[in-house]
């Protein structure tokens, strides 16, 4: 995490893990000016990214994606009530997946799972993702991933800021794509 030298962004790169709530508001409580969240994550952990959510929500913080966001981060993403998106980022989604060392039964497993994957298409509706988007990534295997570029996320009416990055994008990195899946399925 580092803040921008004017005080007004947070800059998150990396997984959302367990000291990630924590950390976000250490440096909100250090860096009182903050505005916004930029984030580019390709997931972690749901608890957390709810977590900060709220923390962001309830400080009137915007949640932004330049690059990529995926799983967890799009939880965060979609959860914020201010949230942008550059026109370069895309957003990935997929079924949820627990540890494989993660000590349950398989059937509390399996239960586990469905109701984190109900909870998901109920964070992706409440954000107004349309039916065939969260069908998309509900048909996703976790070991895979279903990206969505900022452009089809607009047409597809969901609500968010988009915000032009031509100017500060670097050419050919996260090349934005329409729904396509992660290379290597």
């Not at 109920?122 to 969505?148: N, Q």
């Amino acid at each position: 995490m580092t803040a921008s030298v004017d005080g007004r962004a947070l800059y998150v790169v990396g997984v959302i893990g367990p000291r990630f709530e924590r950390d976000v508001r250490k440096a909100l409580r250090r860096h009182r000016g903050i505005r916004e969240l930029v984030i580019e994550s390709p997931g972690g952990l749901r608890a957390q990214a709810f977590k900060v959510a709220r923390l962001v929500n309830a400080r009137g913080v915007t949640v932004r994606v330049e690059r990529h966001c995926a799983s967890a981060c799009v939880l965060l993403w979609a959860l914020a009530r201010s949230r942008e998106l550059d026109a370069g980022a895309r957003i990935g989604l997929h079924r949820s997946s627990l540890p494989t060392d993660f000590p349950l039964p398989p059937a509390m497993r399996a239960d586990l799972m469905r109701r984190n994957d109900r909870e998901t298409d109920a964070v992706l509706r409440a954000a107004g993702f349309p039916e065939r988007i969260v069908a998309l990534g509900a048909d996703t295997p976790a070991w895979s991933m279903s990206w969505f570029s900022a452009t089809e996320l607009q047409r597809e009416g969901v609500p968010f800021v988009m915000r032009d990055s031509a100017a500060i994008a670097t050419p050919g990195a996260y090349a934005s794509s329409e729904a396509s899946e992660a290379r290597g399925r």
